[in-house]
Structure formats: structure tokens, C-alpha cells
């Protein structure tokens, strides 16, 4: 669980977790999110947490690299990384926010399957990155 490959793979994801999810969703799809809002309020925080938002970022890239770790072949490269980022985006981004959608008014159905498209790309990025290590560190 705690290789060297595994760790550095940690850390490129986690780095990519935050950056990468500040650039998709606060810099190119705020805007959109926010006119696509349901009718719940004081549901996102003006400011996020920093620290504890890098806590979530490494915890997801941790248990996402593991997870590729033992999902894995003997060898890895990019294109299992990327087919794992786009599954678990497909799982997270429209099985988890369908369900949002249903049990909740955070976003209506359009911005739930941007969102979830939002997710694809954010989960295949860091499964090319985790790939790439994987394949790249022995």
C-alpha cells in the first residue's frame, strides 16, 4: 500500500486534485454551475477550506491510486490510467450526481451532467497522471 510508486503517484494526483479542480470548476465552469443552481441555499461556501480541501485532495488521490494499484496489471501505461479516470468519473460525476439530483436541490439536471462530464475529464486527467507514474517508476 505505501510503495514508493504508489506514494509519488499520491502526491502527482493530489497536486492535480487541487489545481486541476480549481482550473474546471472555479475558473472554466463557475459561472455555468452557478446559473444551474437548485433551489437549496447557503450550500457553497463563499471561501473553501484550504487546508482542509488539500486534506480531501490527497485522501481522494491516495485511495485513487490504490485502487489503480490493485485494479492494475503487472504493468500499467497511460491508456489504463486514462480508461480508469473515465470509469471512475463516470461513476462519481453521473452515478453520484444523478443521485444528488435526486435526493437534493443543490443542481438541476443540466448542471448535474455538466458537473458530471466536469468530473470525466477531472478523474481521466489524474488517471493519465497516475498511469504515467505507475508505468514510468519501478
Known sequence: MFTKTNLIATVVAAIWSQMGGFLLWAVLADRF??????????VVRAEPDFGVLAIGCLVQAFAFSTVFRKWGAAHYNL??????????GIFIGFGEGIIDYATSNVLDMTGALINGLIWI???SVMGLLVGLVYNRVK
Open 33 to 42: 454551475l452557478n446559473d444551474h443552481l437548485g433551489s437549496a441555499t447557503g
Open 79 to 88: 491508456m489504463d490510467g486514462l480508461k480508469y479516470g473515465v470509469w471512475m
Open 121 to 123: 475529464v477531472h478523474l
